[in-house]
């Protein structure tokens, strides 16, 4: 069964650096792509990188880009998020999901999702 696990979340300061993991079984993330989302209180859940299979490239949200890396470790079946000069709008709950297909950043097509994890950014 496809599982995914999320952590490492927590409070940082502004400008600080923080690395979210995600554990994944049930599935090679060389077959199903992935992705990290994100929801802010009050906010609709939105991508912020996926990583398409097919040509091998991760797609990162302007919001994120240069700041926000993707990395998988397929042997360990392990997907990470590091995330660096971090600001008060990316406080929200972060998500790492996967999909038989896709990973879409805007739209809310991915089939597997992790719980969730924290990540609070402290002005």
């Known amino acids: 069964q496809v599982q995914l696990e999320e952590s490492g979340g927590g409070l940082v300061q502004p400008g600080g650096s923080l690395r979210l993991s995600c554990a994944t079984s049930?599935?090679?993330?060389?077959?199903?792509?992935v992705g990290w989302f994100r929801q802010a209180p009050g906010q609709e859940r939105t991508g912020i990188a996926c990583?398409?299979?097919?040509?091998?490239?991760?797609y990162y949200a302007d919001s994120v880009k240069g700041r926000f890396a993707m990395s998988r470790d397929n042997g360990n079946n392990m997907l990470y998020l590091q995330m660096n000069s971090l600001k008060p709008e990316d406080t929200a709950f972060y998500y790492c999901?996967?999909?038989?297909?896709?990973?879409?950043?805007?739209?809310?097509?991915?089939?597997?999702w992790g719980r969730g994890t924290q990540v609070t950014v402290f002005s």
């Open positions: 990583y398409d299979t097919t040509d091998g490239t991760t």
């Open positions: 999901a996967a999909d038989r297909v896709a990973c879409a950043l805007y739209h809310d097509i991915m089939a597997y």
């Open positions: 049930g599935f090679s993330m060389d077959d199903y792509p």
